[in-house]
């Protein structure tokens, strides 16, 4: 006999998603150069079409200019597997997947993705993001090792340019 599954979307799933929804910038003068010659990055995230997922794209700007989208996203619950889900693909073609977890106060999420390039290779990647106020959060980019060493790469403050 296979088990129930629940078909809700917790309520505090639902609240993270809202918490989402906008128009987010954050600075690249502390990373920027010749290689990677964005300013600042924008993340723009909306609710899907059916309202039970969120819709994202990563880009940045050169010179004032908007730049190609380099990451496209979806946020969802995973009934399956009872867990908030991040999947995003690249412009390239490579993939990552990964679930959400949280400190227990939800102020602070975490999520370990694994990404999967186009040549075969993988290799993982986590975000932990502090949510600030409704306006701010401190995101902060990790490589993680096989012995599940997380290694700090990059942090940005998100600041909310709208809310759509």
């Known amino acids: 006999m296979n088990a129930q599954i629940d078909t809700a979307i917790p309520s505090w799933f639902v609240e993270e998603m809202e918490?989402?929804?906008?128009?987010?910038?954050a600075d690249n003068s502390a990373y920027k150069s010749d290689n990677e010659p964005m300013e600042s990055y924008a993340i723009e995230w909306r609710w899907n079409e059916t309202k039970s997922g969120l819709?994202?794209?990563?880009?940045?700007f050169v010179n004032g200019n908007k730049t190609p989208v380099f990451w496209d996203f979806m946020m969802y619950?995973?009934?399956k597997q009872q867990a908030g889900v991040l999947f995003q693909i690249g412009i390239n073609g490579?993939?990552?997947y990964g679930h959400f977890s949280y400190n227990e106060d939800r102020s602070e999420s975490k999520i370990d993705q694994e990404f999967s390039?186009?040549?075969?290779?993988t290799y993982h990647e986590g975000h932990i993001t502090?949510?600030?106020?409704e306006a701010e959060h401190i995101g902060s980019s990790f490589d993680i090792s096989e012995a599940n060493?997380?290694?700090k790469k990059r942090t940005y403050i998100w600041k909310r340019q709208s809310k759509n």
């Open 19 to 25: 918490t989402q929804i906008g128009v987010w910038h």
């Open 55 to 60: 819709k994202g794209k990563l880009y940045g």
């Open 77 to 79: 619950w995973d009934f």
């Open 94 to 96: 490579t993939t990552g």
């Open 117 to 121: 390039m186009p040549n075969g290779k």
């Open 130 to 133: 502090k949510i600030m106020n």
């Open 149 to 151: 060493e997380w290694a």
